[in-house]
């Protein structure tokens, strides 16, 4: 049994800045990546960042040079670093984490998703 915690949403000025967190805990032996997705009213869900184990790490085009995500692998928790937001960033952020649980099983889980909620 694995659970997200996602913190770190709000209401934020176009301009402004935000980090969420998401840290995970439970049965994870090791985790093999950890992402952010979005999604906006009426749109489907995006990938908006991914880090892998070995740190590398991917951004939609759309928050490419604004939006930093990182993670502390002792606390396995991941963070996106959301800088020069606009409003079309507004949506309920989701992390996404794949691991190995301890009897190797490789699985995935989803936080419960944080709204944010950029301001003209």
């Known amino acids: 049994q694995v659970q997200l915690l996602e913190s770190g949403g709000g209401l934020v000025q176009a301009g402004g800045s935000l980090r969420l967190s998401c840290a995970a805990s439970g049965d994870i032996f090791r985790i093999n990546a950890m992402a952010w997705h979005r999604q906006a009213p009426g749109q489907s869900r995006e990938l908006v960042a991914v880090i892998i184990s070995g740190g590398t790490t991917n951004y939609a085009d759309s928050v490419k040079d604004r939006f930093t995500i990182s ?40 936080g419960q998703g944080t709204q944010v909620t950029v301001s003209s």
């Open 71 to 110: 993670k502390d692998n002792a606390k396995n928790t991941v963070y996106l670093q959301m800088n020069s937001l606009k409003p079309e960033d507004t949506a309920v952020y989701y992390c996404y984490v794949n691991y190995h649980s301890y009897n190797m099983y490789q699985s995935s889980s989803w």
